[in-house]
């Protein structure tokens, strides 16, 4: 089965700043990559996803992620940040061997400063 | 665009309380499940479904049951609620294409 490790649980920056969300997950075998954001008391939101194809995933919101097969990571990105950025991000990986079922990461609360 | 509905945004119930927690898609997906998250311990599935009366446990299902009468509907059952199970609920269903799961706005559980 999978696991997913996001490095950082809290991640602070000042609005307008670059940000990067790492992500990693433990198998190499053919997978299915998540990024959700869950804004305060609310459900996530689907923030990009990759199935196949281009290594580079543009989502919602400015947000881009890069699958990296070989590092078994898929971390997200953003060039300048907003306040209203403020949020958790999930990044989740379909669980493999024939199961649909997702695998979440801890999460990475994100905190944008004026 | 896909819709997931919960019946309480707050819910506060009282210790032994049998709690039931609805959940809706109006998508015609096969596969629902239910999560509760914690601070620091990220979304843990309870259980999920592949098709009306099937059921799979998931990682985390002591204390829990649930029922799926009809393909839109999925219920999260609390036989008798202790407070150790306060927390959000989330429920989601699936495509069976992509994976994607989609979410509702969750249910903040207190149990007093």
């Known amino acids: 089965a999978q696991s997913v490790t996001q490095l950082d649980s809290q991640v602070p920056v000042f609005e307008e700043a670059p940000v990067e969300l790492r992500c990693n997950y433990s198998s190499s075998v053919s997978v299915y990559l998540f990024w959700y954001v869950q804004y305060p008391n609310q459900g996530l939101q689907l923030l990009l996803k990759?199935?196949?194809?281009?290594?580079l995933v543009k989502g919602i919101n400015g947000f881009e992620a890069e699958f990296n097969k070989s590092q078994t990571s898929f971390h997200l990105r953003k060039p300048s940040v907003h306040i209203s950025d403020t949020a958790e991000y999930f990044c989740a990986v379909s669980d493999g061997g024939g199961s649909e079922k997702l695998v979440f990461g801890k999460g990475t609360k994100l905190t944008v400063n004026p | 665009d896909v819709k997931v509905t919960q019946s309480s945004r707050y819910l506060v119930k009282r210790t032994g309380e049998k709690v039931f927690l609805e959940c809706v898609q109006d998508?015609?997906?096969?596969?629902m499940f239910w999560y509760r998250q914690d601070p620091g311990l990220g979304l843990r599935l309870i259980y999920f479904s592949y098709d009306v009366k099937m059921k799979e446990k998931g990682d985390i299902p002591e204390g829990y049951s649930v029922s799926r009468e009809k393909k839109e509907r999925f219920s999260l059952i609390l036989e008798s609620a202790s407070t150790n199970q306060t927390s959000m609920y989330l429920c989601a269903s699936q495509t069976g294409i992509s994976y994607e799961q989609y979410f509702g706005p969750g249910t903040r559980l207190t149990v007093t």
């Open positions: 990759y199935l196949s194809g281009s290594t």
């Open positions: 998508m015609d997906h096969e596969n």
